[in-house]
């Protein structure tokens, strides 16, 4: 089955203790990226990465870092967390093709900084 | 550049009420991809429905349906006979066939539409 996965699904945390979210998906893609979606602001990218090893940054990459060692893998680091960094936070991979983008989300992960 | 806009930000309507949600979009590509996601209450985001441009033959899902006018640059959805359950956010969103670097593959979206169906 294909699908994309994450964990944890849920995290409550402390100011400036660093963490990782992980990101697995198993459709051999090659475009993968970081969603984190706020109240009244959608959905907005946060980095994204094009095959391994590449990577960049979206639209909010402050206070994030990424990797791509692998292709199904793209772990989301935060170094240190900060409270603005609660969200809920969406990883995605995508199949592009002549006849269109097949986008892929994982269930979610609700992070929570105090 | 790109935009969606979702001008409703809630919508309220009593079960069985049909409801539009509108979804208007800005893009500089000739080719490019429409789509509308559900969120309900438990966070995950569901799959609805995602559009060609160059096809802006309207679908029918069941009690959904979609309006694609490429004239007016929108994306609406109907849901016929709305039921509680149709209670979610809805988001529209949007990605470019061709884009370059960054806006390759990448989703664009509105900022959502909390829909409550009351019974």
């Known amino acids: 089955e294909a699908q994309v996965t994450q964990n944890p699904r849920y995290l409550i945390t402390v100011t400036g203790k660093k963490l990782t979210v992980t990101c697995s998906q198993n459709m051999n893609h090659e475009y993968m990226s970081w969603y984190r979606q706020d109240p009244g602001l959608g959905l907005r990218q946060i980095y994204y990465s094009m095959n391994v090893e590449v990577t960049d940054k979206g639209d909010v990459p402050e206070g994030y870092k990424v990797s791509r060692k692998e292709k199904r893998n793209f772990p989301l680091i935060l170094e240190s967390p900060s409270p603005n960094q609660t969200s809920l936070y969406f990883c995605?991979?995508?199949?592009?093709?002549?006849?269109?983008?097949?986008?892929?989300f994982g269930p979610g992960t609700r992070l929570t900084v105090t | 550049a790109q935009k969606v806009t979702q001008a409703q930000t809630e919508i309220s309507v009593v079960e069985k009420e049909d409801v539009t949600l509108d979804c208007v979009y800005e893009?500089?590509?000739?080719?490019?991809?429409l789509f509308w996601y559900k969120q309900p209450p438990s966070g995950e985001l569901v799959f609805l429905i995602r559009?060609?441009?160059?096809?802006?033959q309207n679908e029918i899902s069941g009690r959904y349906s979609w309006n694609f006018q490429k004239s007016t640059s929108s994306f609406n959805f109907t849901i016929t006979a709305s039921q509680v359950v149709d209670s979610a956010v809805y988001f529209c969103?949007?990605?470019?066939?061709f884009g370059r670097g960054s806006t390759l593959g990448r989703l664009y979206f509105g900022r959502g539409t909390q829909l409550t169906v009351w019974p």
């Open positions: 559009r060609n441009s160059f096809d802006e």
């Open positions: 969103a949007l990605s470019e066939a």
């Open positions: 893009t500089r590509d000739t080719t490019y991809y």
């Open positions: 995605a991979s995508t199949q592009i093709t002549g006849q269109g983008h097949e986008q892929y």
